[in-house]
């Protein structure tokens, strides 16, 4: 979207006040394809024809006849791929329940415009939408087969980034997720979204974990000698767990890396310990038995997590990205954090926050008596040898900041 003159933009609004306003407001911002419509029909007549499909689409939820929340259930089914503003007088709940119903169905939602509409607000959510065109184009989706995924696993093109985790009080660097990637010889740098879900369909998983956990291992014991203890945390599938000589296994890499057990922590994600929880509970039980941490992952986020919480024998919760990045501001998010804040220090366990994306999730942390954070803001995941670099980066940052040590926290 970034050449506004080839960017079709469509507005759906009942008022045509606000189509008025919004189309002028688009054009003073240099963007000559714009077309409003009154009605749902008339709007997905244009998102079916090629030279009408509208590169973003600014919708108004609360319309007669087809509603907004209509309409989106008709763009996920015609598979629209441009970016959706949505445009309401609703009250916050609402503009966000229909966000989040968009999302699950797999549209590119950039934002919210709640009316009366906002100059400014309007301008950086177009370009949030620029963003997203320009992160689409780069990364285009390519599918891999079975043989590809088997193949890299076995040449070693399978490598580990790493992403930082601090203490939320000190701002101390603690520790780090390894965050497997594909090396590809001809595509580059490929993301775990195209190869994990391959490798777990045709059974490759385990040894695609095999070779995350040694080079995490190996990477680990680098750190220490070089005077960097750091805890390395490493996710786990189901099927790992499904295997009765996993803790074994881990046992003896941790001992041959010359690495503490409760340097090495495991993350489960919640949506994967449905099934078989008596060997996976032996499995866990024994890796927690050898002071190994572990961890479960994006709570909140998955099925039936008080029952894990009560069968299986973690020690650290991870509150998902869902509910850390912009609790600060909404009261929803909030309470669901502290909650879930509350619940894992009542039951003794450390917490982690996942998706501190801005200098405001920060402090919101500094806040709520939180353990551990990481994100974007703090850091991005990195190959191993940057993670040096980063540190001595962070340290500044700290400073400068002024991240630590009695920060107010945002308005």
């Not at 385990?206 to 220490?224: C, I, Y």
């Not at 024998?313 to 009261?331: C, S």
């Amino acid at each position: 979207m970034t050449d506004m003159t080839s960017t079709r933009i469509l507005i759906l609004d009942d008022d045509p006040f606000m189509l008025k306003l919004l189309s002028t407001m688009l054009t003073q911002f240099g963007y000559s394809q714009v077309r409003g419509v009154e009605n749902g029909a008339e709007a997905l007549e244009l998102c079916g024809a090629p030279e009408s499909r509208p590169d973003l689409i600014l919708l108004d939820i609360n319309m007669p006849g087809m509603d907004g929340v209509e309409f989106v259930r008709h763009l996920a089914t015609c598979g629209y791929r441009g970016c959706l503003i949505l445009v309401s007088g609703e009250d916050t709940v609402m503009l966000q329940a229909t966000e989040r119903l968009a999302r699950n169905q797999q549209l590119r939602v950039v934002g919210a415009l709640p009316k009366p509409p906002s100059r400014d607000k309007l301008n950086d959510l177009l370009g949030l939408c620029d963003n997203e065109v320009r992160a689409k184009a780069k990364t285009a989706r390519k599918t891999y087969g079975r043989d590809e995924v088997a193949a890299a696993i076995a040449q070693g093109q399978i490598i580990n980034y790493y992403q930082p985790k601090v203490v939320v009080e000190t701002g101390a660097f603690l520790g780090v997720e390894t965050l497997a990637r594909w090396m590809h010889p001809h595509d580059g740098l490929v993301f775990p979204d195209q190869f994990i879900a391959v490798a777990e369909e045709h059974g490759l998983i385990q040894d695609l974990t095999r070779a995350v956990v040694k080079g995490a291992l190996n990477q680990t014991r680098s750190w220490t000698q070089a005077g960097l203890p750091l805890q390395v945390a490493i996710n786990v599938s189901m099927q790992d767990l499904g295997q009765i000589d996993f803790a074994d296994w881990v046992v003896l890499q941790a001992l041959a890396s010359d690495v503490q057990p409760r340097q090495l922590a495991l993350e489960l994600t919640e949506s994967g310990l449905m099934h078989e929880l008596s060997t996976a509970l032996d499995v866990l039980t024994r890796l927690r038995l050898k002071r190994f941490c572990l961890s479960i992952d994006d709570f909140g986020n998955g099925y039936s997590s008080l029952v894990q919480l009560r069968d299986l024998p973690f020690d650290q919760l991870k509150i998902d990205y869902g509910f850390t990045h912009n609790a600060w501001q909404d009261p929803k998010l909030r309470a669901i954090f502290e909650a879930s804040l509350n619940l894992a220090k009542q039951l003794g366990m450390e917490v982690v926050a996942e998706g501190v994306e801005d200098k405001q999730d920060w402090f919101f942390l500094q806040t709520t008596g939180c353990d551990i954070a990481q994100g974007y803001f703090i850091a991005r995941p990195m190959p191993a040898d940057a993670v040096l670099g980063w540190s001595k980066d962070w340290q500044r940052r700290l400073v400068e900041e002024r991240l630590v040590g009695g920060a107010s926290p945002p308005a």
